[in-house]
């Protein structure tokens, strides 16, 4: 009898950490809908030497997990963090793109977040831990507004002598400066990546 009565509290215990809260920050289609990727696509690009890099194996997927997580006992705080990820691998230099939504939630507070979107490229080829540089983000409710505002959009813009328009451009980050790493990605809501400009001056155009 004791032995049930104990299992019986440890069932509760557990079950008052499990969110039910996972529906709470699932993306609207309004919202998924500033990434124009299904994961599918093949992208390819040119670089200033004629070179092609291909991008493809792709998927887009969403994930939740819970992080913040208190220990021991039951858990009275809690974040959820949601993504939806679009990521296209390429045997160059074992590089990857990356565009991705997320949006959290605040249990402590009860504070949805405001989805963002963001992009990364990381490559793995001779280091082991990976370089990676990341790129924005900006609200998917006012990705042109806030674009706008930082200086980062422009209505058409000439990369290599092809005319795009509506493009934003997105400075890169990278813990490894010393490492060649991404300096600007320019992005279309409609067309997707159309360009990335490394720290070597190097610029890839879609094809």
Request: charged share 20%; with cysteine.
């Amino acid at each position: 009898m004791k032995n049930s009565i104990f299992l019986i509290l440890l069932l509760f215990i557990s079950s008052c950490c499990d969110s039910d809260l996972i529906n709470t920050i699932s993306f609207t289609q309004d919202e998924l809908a500033v990434n124009p990727y299904n994961g599918s696509e093949v992208l390819i690009f040119k670089d200033d030497s004629g070179k092609t890099i291909t991008y493809s194996n792709g998927y887009r997927r969403s994930t939740t997990e819970k992080v913040s997580e208190c220990d021991g006992g039951c858990c009275d705080y809690y974040n959820l963090v949601r993504n939806n990820i679009a990521l296209f691998e390429s045997t160059y230099m074992e590089s990857n793109l990356q565009v991705i939504i997320v949006n959290d939630f605040d249990k402590y507070t009860g504070t949805k977040g405001s989805p963002l979107i963001s992009f990364a490229w990381c490559y793995y080829e001779n280091t082991p831990l990976g370089v990676v540089t990341s790129f924005g983000g900006l609200p998917v409710d006012s990705v042109k507004e806030k674009a706008l505002a930082k200086g980062w959009y422009r209505d058409t813009i000439y990369l290599r002598n092809r005319l795009f328009y509506d493009v934003i451009s997105l400075p890169g980050n990278c813990s490894k400066p010393d490492k060649l790493h991404g300096d600007t990605i320019y992005f279309s809501e409609t067309e997707g990546i159309v360009g990335l400009r490394f720290s070597d001056g190097n610029l890839w155009v879609i094809q």
